[in-house]
């Protein structure tokens, strides 16, 4: 009797210390994955182009723009007047390359709830293309704390369904072909606003737009 006593004691303090173990480990949930949204719908394709710059990732935002991606950009001549300056994508591929290899810290929020329109362009097929405009509220700090830029105001995108999109031909030769599910961006305009109309590399420590931005960064490696 004492030994079967001795063995069920034992046996029971064996198994509430092992449910006090057991109570006392934590399953720990992975973080969540970044992953870029999926370009399934136009907002989600202006998602994916936040992100990308958000990650300063060239690929996913170049991945984005059809090839007749055009970028206008807003903002002021010699003589103060409005100005909206076209840039092709191979010219907002190598600005943005060049962002990606500063030593800067990006962030640009657009709006959460992204609600498309049929695009307003003359002889624009409301099935194929849609306009998405949002609000923007971003930040380039670099550095140097003395140097950081702010960007708000509005970008407007249009986007082009994937089976109706020009896309890229090193795109195409990847395997990227004509897609229904998938959109393009194939214009956008910078509606963001300049503090006092002065250029980036002149003050840049001041809110300035989308486009100087860009600008100063393609400066940097244009020949």
Same mark, same amino acid.
């Given at each position: 009797?004492?030994?079967?006593?001795?063995?069920?004691?034992?046996?029971?303090?064996?198994?509430? !210390?092992?449910?006090?173990?057991?109570?006392?480990?934590?399953?720990?949930?992975?973080?969540?994955?970044? *992953?870029?949204?999926?370009?399934?719908?136009?907002?989600?394709?202006? +998602?994916?182009?936040?992100?990308?710059?958000?990650?300063?990732?060239? *690929?996913? =935002?170049?991945?984005?723009?059809?090839?007749?991606?055009?970028?206008?950009?807003?903002?002021?001549?010699?003589?103060?007047?409005?100005?909206?300056?076209?840039?092709?994508?191979?010219?907002?591929?190598?600005?943005?390359?060049?962002?990606?290899?500063?030593?800067?810290?990006?962030?640009?929020?657009?709006?959460?709830?992204? =609600?498309?329109?049929?695009?307003?362009? =003359?002889?624009?097929?409301?099935?194929?293309?849609? +306009?998405?405009? !949002?609000?923007?509220?971003?930040?380039?700090?670099?550095?140097?704390?003395?140097?950081?830029? *702010?960007?708000?105001?509005?970008?407007?995108?249009?986007? !082009?369904?994937?089976?109706?999109?020009?896309?890229? +031909? +090193?795109?195409?030769?990847?395997?990227?072909?004509?897609?229904?599910?998938?959109?393009?961006?194939?214009?956008?305009?910078?509606?963001?606003?300049?503090?006092?109309?002065?250029?980036?590399?002149?003050?840049?420590?001041?809110?300035?737009?989308?486009?100087?931005?860009? *600008?100063?960064?393609?400066?940097?490696?244009?020949?």
């Amino acid at each position: 009797m004492r030994r079967t006593r001795r063995f069920t004691i034992a046996a029971a303090l064996g198994m509430g !210390t092992a449910l006090a173990v057991g109570c006392s480990t934590k399953i720990v949930a992975p973080p969540p994955v970044d *992953e870029p949204p999926a370009a399934s719908s136009p907002a989600g394709a202006v +998602q994916r182009f936040a992100w990308g710059f958000n990650h300063k990732d060239v *690929e996913v =935002v170049s991945g984005l723009l059809s090839d007749d991606f055009q970028f206008i950009s807003a903002g002021t001549d010699s003589a103060g007047n409005p100005s909206r300056v076209p840039y092709d994508r191979s010219w907002f591929v190598v600005a943005l390359a060049a962002l990606r290899d500063s030593s800067s810290t990006v962030s640009l929020d657009v709006d959460q709830n992204l =609600v498309p329109f049929p695009d307003t362009r =003359v002889g624009k097929d409301p099935r194929f293309h849609k +306009q998405v405009r !949002t609000s923007v509220n971003g930040s380039v700090r670099f550095a140097d704390p003395s140097r950081m830029v *702010e960007i708000t105001g509005n970008l407007l995108f249009f986007l !082009t369904r994937g089976d109706s999109a020009a896309i890229p +031909q +090193q795109l195409i030769s990847g395997g990227v072909g004509p897609d229904s599910t998938r959109w393009w961006v194939d214009r956008m305009e910078d509606e963001t606003l300049a503090r006092g109309g002065v250029s980036y590399a002149a003050q840049p420590s001041k809110r300035n737009t989308f486009a100087a931005l860009l *600008e100063y960064f393609h400066s940097l490696v244009a020949h």
